[in-house]
């Protein structure tokens, strides 16, 4: 949609609009982290990198394959092809970057049929830190550090 036409000597100069908007798309860098924002729908929509490499546990950890796991395999020994194989949870900052990236719809607890996660949904021995439905800290000990079921044999809450 070219908007005027000014005819020099011999030439033709075309011009476009100026209506058009500076910015409509960013010129993000697909390897950057960011929030995605989709304006048709008006709200933020999830990052599919983010859905292909991760996977995310009802407890609220993401796990994820091993980085090249698949890459000249036969050159390494054989305790790196067996433990290249297994999933590796992500730290705290991490899980909340990821968390942020997804919508509220992913941050949901899921259930599938024969899910070969289900045995790591649910942390066993961990209540602490207690937190409530907003995540703030609910009657947590000051500097006890020990594990749950030590806790609940010789100090009572309540």
Not at 30 to 58: M, S, T
Not at 93 to 110: F, G, S, V
Not at 114 to 134: E, L, T
């Amino acid at each position: 949609m070219l908007a005027n036409k000014s005819i020099t000597s011999l030439c033709v100069v075309r011009t476009a609009p100026l209506a058009v908007a500076a910015r409509g798309i960013a010129n993000i860098p697909a390897h950057e982290y960011h929030i995605r924002f989709d304006q048709r729908v008006g709200r933020k929509r999830p990052a599919q990198d983010v859905l292909d490499r991760f996977k995310r546990l009802n407890n609220g950890m993401w796990i994820h394959a091993h980085p090249g796991r698949h890459k000249l395999r036969y050159m390494k020994d054989e305790t790196w092809q067996k433990t290249s194989l297994y999933y590796e949870t992500c730290t705290k900052e991490q899980c909340e970057i990821l968390d942020k990236l997804m919508t509220p719809y992913w941050l949901r607890p899921k259930h599938y049929p024969n899910d070969p996660y289900s045995a790591y949904n649910v942390r066993h021995n961990i209540n602490s830190p207690r937190v409530d439905d907003r995540g703030n800290f609910v009657r947590e000990r000051k500097k006890v550090l020990m594990d749950d079921s030590t806790a609940q044999r010789f100090f009572k809450d309540f």
